[in-house]
């Protein structure tokens, strides 16, 4: 793997990455400011989440915190300090953070969150962004940014796709903060557990993905979706069959249908 030497991920301050039984572990490491997000900390992420999408011990990723909160959003000493930014430097400092969401968005591999705390404004746009999410009863989420003057601007682009436009407006225009039960009503976690089930549950769904399924079909899924909705029909249903062709001939279907057919049980992971 060259995209990033070893070295360089074992410096990071602010997050810590590690791999076992095919899950490559992201985790927030910055519990005492109940993980906010810097310009040093989306780097930081960044560049743990492009190491992941490389690392062949690496399946699925999965996204956690330390401490009592997922993700505060925004550092405040970090907005203190953008009082004093310009245009130019606000637009790169956006610019920044969606690029974040992007490349979490359009991973090739399955990104799972495993929110154990509250996830509010930008942080919330960090669990939204996955591909699923779980959470615990006590966890509370929001795009808060509308309170203090704010937009939830980039997370609005994925929101939409995620939830539809009533429930962006209903979201974003209030800044109302919701229960877990509330977001899983609404689509934006995927299940509420008790907090001693959680990493379990994660980690035992992360193995599944890991050995029942193929990585070639789950990364061109990934690929579909994010590309599909902004296409008109005719040209997404010609896109829809050129990936099918694409996906016979390829060496995951081959080995599929050739386990499916001689009725033997197939292990992905191998």
Same mark, same amino acid.
């Given at each position: 793997?060259?995209?990033?030497?070893?070295?360089?991920?074992?410096?990071?301050?602010?997050? !810590?990455?590690?791999? +076992?039984? +095919?899950?490559?572990?992201?985790?927030?490491?910055?519990?005492?400011? !109940?993980?906010?997000?810097?310009?040093? &900390?989306?780097?930081?992420?960044? &560049? +743990?989440?492009? $190491?992941?999408?490389?690392?062949?011990?690496?399946?699925?990723?999965?996204?956690?915190?330390?401490?009592?909160? /997922?993700?505060?959003?925004?550092?405040?000493?970090?907005?203190?300090?953008?009082?004093?930014?310009?245009? =130019?430097?606000?637009?790169?400092?956006? #610019?920044? %953070?969606?690029?974040? /969401?992007?490349?979490?968005?359009? *991973?090739?591999?399955?990104?799972?969150?495993?929110?154990?705390?509250?996830?509010?404004?930008?942080?919330?746009?960090?669990? =939204?962004?996955?591909?699923?999410? $779980?959470?615990?009863?006590?966890? !509370? /989420?929001?795009?808060?940014?509308?309170?203090?003057?704010? %937009?939830?601007?980039?997370?609005?682009?994925?929101?939409?796709?995620?939830?539809?436009?009533?429930?962006?407006?209903?979201?974003?225009? #209030?800044?109302?903060?919701?229960?877990?039960?509330?977001?899983?009503? *609404?689509?934006?976690?995927?299940?509420?557990?008790?907090?001693?089930?959680?990493?379990?549950?994660?980690?035992?769904?992360?193995?599944?993905?890991?050995?029942?399924?193929?990585?070639?079909? &789950?990364?061109?899924?990934?690929?579909?979706?994010?590309?599909?909705?902004?296409?008109?029909?005719?040209?997404?249903?010609?896109?829809?069959?050129?990936?099918?062709?694409? +996906?016979?001939?390829?060496?995951?279907? !081959?080995?599929?249908?050739?386990?499916? %057919?001689?009725?033997?049980?197939? =292990?992905?992971?191998?």
């Amino acid at each position: 793997m060259d995209n990033m030497p070893t070295q360089e991920l074992e410096a990071l301050r602010f997050i !810590r990455y590690e791999a +076992a039984d +095919a899950i490559g572990y992201i985790t927030l490491n910055r519990p005492e400011k !109940r993980n906010a997000l810097s310009a040093d &900390m989306v780097s930081e992420l960044k &560049m +743990a989440f492009e $190491f992941a999408e490389e690392d062949d011990a690496c399946k699925v990723v999965v996204l956690r915190a330390e401490g009592a909160a /997922f993700c505060a959003g925004a550092d405040l000493a970090y907005i203190q300090e953008l009082q004093g930014f310009g245009y =130019t430097d606000n637009l790169a400092d956006s #610019t920044h %953070l969606m690029q974040l /969401f992007h490349q979490i968005y359009t *991973l090739k591999k399955v990104v799972i969150a495993q929110v154990q705390g509250h996830a509010l404004a930008g942080g919330c746009g960090l669990a =939204t962004v996955c591909d699923f999410a $779980f959470t615990v009863p006590e966890a !509370r /989420f929001g795009y808060t940014e509308v309170k203090i003057g704010f %937009l939830p601007a980039i997370v609005s682009v994925f929101l939409l796709r995620k939830i539809g436009e009533g429930r962006t407006k209903e979201l974003l225009l #209030t800044g109302d903060v919701l229960s877990a039960q509330r977001a899983l009503e *609404l689509g934006l976690v995927t299940s509420v557990l008790a907090p001693a089930e959680l990493a379990g549950h994660v980690h035992d769904f992360a193995r599944r993905l890991c050995v029942e399924n193929s990585t070639q079909s &789950m990364e061109a899924i990934k690929e579909m979706l994010a590309r599909i909705p902004e296409m008109p029909l005719e040209d997404s249903l010609r896109y829809a069959a050129q990936m099918n062709a694409e +996906a016979r001939g390829s060496h995951d279907c !081959r080995r599929g249908i050739a386990a499916f %057919l001689a009725k033997e049980k197939i =292990t992905w992971e191998n």
